[in-house]
């Protein structure tokens, strides 16, 4: 075929697929980068190139974990009175249990069966951490008052 760009018909073929193949590259690229789950349906040429996006999610993770620090439990105590009634907490042999309280009333927090103890200051909070060991039902109170504000599951 002769036309006036004086391109034969085979590298006209060869422009357009370059430039479908470049499409095709430039959308996997910004799809991947807007969401994690179109990087597992991309092929495997397409995640060689995401690997740039791919490290970015990396912080999205971390990020992910970040906010599930302020998922710890909270025991809040009024009026030398758990708010809400006995907090529930439940975990698993193994895990780290972690929780916290905040009080208005001065007192010695006891994790009964661990034998864990910390002083909370009047309109202060105290928080604890450490390794599930011992399954079973425990006893969190304010020692002083002899008043049960949680109860702690550690199932096996």
Known sequence: MNDRSGLSGRQRAALIVGAIVVLIVAYVLIQGSSDDDKDNAATPAAQTTQSAPSTT???????DEAPAEPAVPTVRVVDAKPQGGVKKLDFDKGDQIRFKVVS??????HVHGYDLMKDVEKGGSVSFSFKGSIDGRFVVELED????????????
């Open 57 to 63: 999610s990396t912080p999205s993770t971390s990020t």
């Open 104 to 109: 208005d009333t001065a007192d010695e927090i």
């Open 145 to 156: 008052h002899g008043e049960q504000i949680a109860e702690l599951d550690v199932a096996p």
